[in-house]
C-alpha cells in the first residue's frame, strides 16, 4: 500500500492515447502534476459517466499543469475499443492506461483480487513524483470530479505558498491558515 508524502510507484504500461497504443511510464510526466485515476473496467455503468467528466475537464487540468491517466485492468487494445465505440469515451484525450497483469493496481493497493479489477481510487501525485493526496471509492459510488479538482489546486498552493495550510472547503482565493513554525510537520 501506497502512504502520502511517499514516491509513487514507478510504471511502464500500455496505453490507447492519441488514437494509438504506446508505452507510457510515469517518468514521462516528471515535473507536472499526475492525477491517476483507477476504475475498475471499460464498458460498464458508473465508469463512463467518470470518465466523460474528466474529459470534460481536461483543460482544466491541464491548465493547473497536470496530467491525467485512467487506469483500469483492460487492456489498450479494450480502452481503443470502447473509445471507438462510445461518445462519451471518445470524447477522451488523457491516456488510458492498460493493467491487465494487475502490477499497477497491485502496486498502488487498489486491486480486488476476487474480481479481477481495481478499485474506484484516485491519486494526485507531486511533479518530483510524491503522493500528495489519494481517495478509495466502493465501485458502486462514483467520485467528484470538481473535488478532485479542489484537491490539486490546495496541492498546488502548499506547494507553492511553504508554511501556509488550506482548511476545509478551501478554494483558490479563499484564506489559508499559516501556522506557527513550531508545528510545521506536526499538524
Partial sequence: MVNINEQAPEFEEDAFVDEEIKRINL????????VLFFYPADFTFVCP????????????????????IGVSTDTAYVHKAWHDSSPSIAKI??????????????????????????????FIINPEGIIKAFEFHNND???NIDETIRKLQAAKFVA???????????????KTIKPHTDLIGKI
Avoid at 517518468?27 to 499526475?34: L, R
Avoid at 459517466?49 to 491525467?68: C, H, I, M, W
Avoid at 507553492?160 to 479563499?174: A, F, Y
Fill in 49 to 68: 459517466t467518470e470518465l466523460e467528466s474528466l474529459a470534460e475537464n481536461y483543460e482544466k487540468f491541464k491548465e493547473l499543469g497536470a496530467e491525467v
Fill in 141 to 143: 459510488i462514483g467520485r
Fill in 160 to 174: 507553492e505558498n511553504k508554511g501556509n495550510v488550506c482548511p476545509m472547503n478551501w478554494k483558490p482565493g479563499m
Fill in 27 to 34: 517518468e514521462d510526466y516528471k515535473g507536472k502534476w499526475v
Fill in 93 to 122: 484525450k488523457f491516456p488510458m492506461l492498460s493493467d491487465p497483469a494487475h502490477r499497477l493496481s497491485e502496486a498502488y493497493g487498489t486491486y480486488i483480487s476476487e474480481e479481477g479489477v481495481s478499485l474506484r481510487a484516485t
